[in-house]
């Protein structure tokens, strides 16, 4: 049924009012409204009651009447609705079907939409920084065995600082190079090392991927640094220091002096704090043990056993590539027993043999190092104290500083001594035909 805005005959022709329109009920649901000027509309009813009313103008094409959608009332105002089918009227009057126009408008608007997203992103993209990057490989790119704690802390303290707001397509060898200037300058030259190959990594990992290849296009700014030239000529990571006897005695009983002074002091303020007892132990299980200091702190009391004498180190607290580590074992000597009782003594009452004090967890893996360091300020290039820690030169042995990391070799170096001395009496006595 064709309906108008009222019953007077006159009226045919005539266009709707919004007032009339939303005074529709569910009753006219099927009906047609003649609004004038081709212009007719559909009502429909929802499930819940509200009416929608959808337009349509009606022309003829090829001599047949077909008919242009000019949308849906009250999601389109009457005055949008009345437009559209004007703007086909005049579409159709220079011999243009008004729908193939409008799927062609949609099309068009599409490409539009997409080539201005494609260069929103394509801006977007050349102004990522090298904080964007970072953040992008430290999450997806990088899975160090200490859960990416180191890399976190140098690009936090050195490269984020300096370089972080700079835009990738920006980034220079030179902005690198003087970071590592800076940091060989403040006399830390394996950081500087290190720092070099980490943010080579990442920028290798980078230049891989989208959308970091299109911004490194003129190449990896890393593989155009020659650290070497940076770092000091007598530089070399490979640590050679081993302790002699002497220097091994000296330091028994500076762990010794140190502690009773400060035992026997009625005042500690202004005596000097000995070397925490649990580091102490630690350096003389890892003389004795050939352990590495990580493995040692990271140890639980239930990875050692007093009654088989054995200390098991999991694959997971080992050093070597992912996949490849192995788990240990470790036969505990007299004197190795006598360390782990003593520590057992102090915090056997945690699950860790060096506990935190401040979380549920081991100490860090470098508190230890830290400790020792501190007490030979002479070989550092400090330029202001450090708070809240104890810096002198109390544990200076010789005239090379020396690290936790070094016992380990130390303590293999005797074991080849050792082995040469009794391998060496054997060859002779064979020699001289003596029964061994």
Known sequence: MTRYPSDDIANKGKPWTIKALDAITVEWKGDTLSDGGGLFGDVRANADGSIKIAFKYGFKLNGKKVWHYCGVYPDKSLAEIRKLRDDAKIVI???IDPRVKKVTDKIINREEQQAILERE???????LTVQEMFDVWIADGVKRSDGNKYILQ??????????????ISN????HLINIYKDVVASGKNATALELSKDVKQMLTWCEKRKPWRALLIDGNPASLVEINKILPGDFTKVRDRVLSFTEIRKLKSVFDNSTENYQNADKKYGVERPLKKEVQLAMWISLSTLCRIGELLKAEWTHVDFQKRI?????????????????????????SLKQFKQLHALTGDSKWAFPARYKDGHV???????QVGDRQVKFKKRTKAHQYRVENNSL?????????HDMRRTGATMIQSLVGKQTGILIAKLCLHQSV
């Open 93 to 95: 009057s220079k011999g």
């Open 121 to 127: 992103l394509k801006r977007k993209s050349e102004s």
């Open 154 to 167: 140098t690009f936090n303290k050195y490269i984020i600082p300096a370089i972080g707001n700079i835009k």
């Open 171 to 174: 980034l220079t060898e030179h």
């Open 311 to 335: 200390w098991f180190i999991p694959a997971g607290n080992t050093k070597g590539k992912r996949g490849k580590k192995t788990d240990h074992k470790i036969y505990l000597s007299d004197f």
């Open 364 to 370: 860090c893996e470098k508190s230890a190092s830290k």
């Open 396 to 404: 200076v042995l010789g005239d090379k500083e020396w690290t936790p």
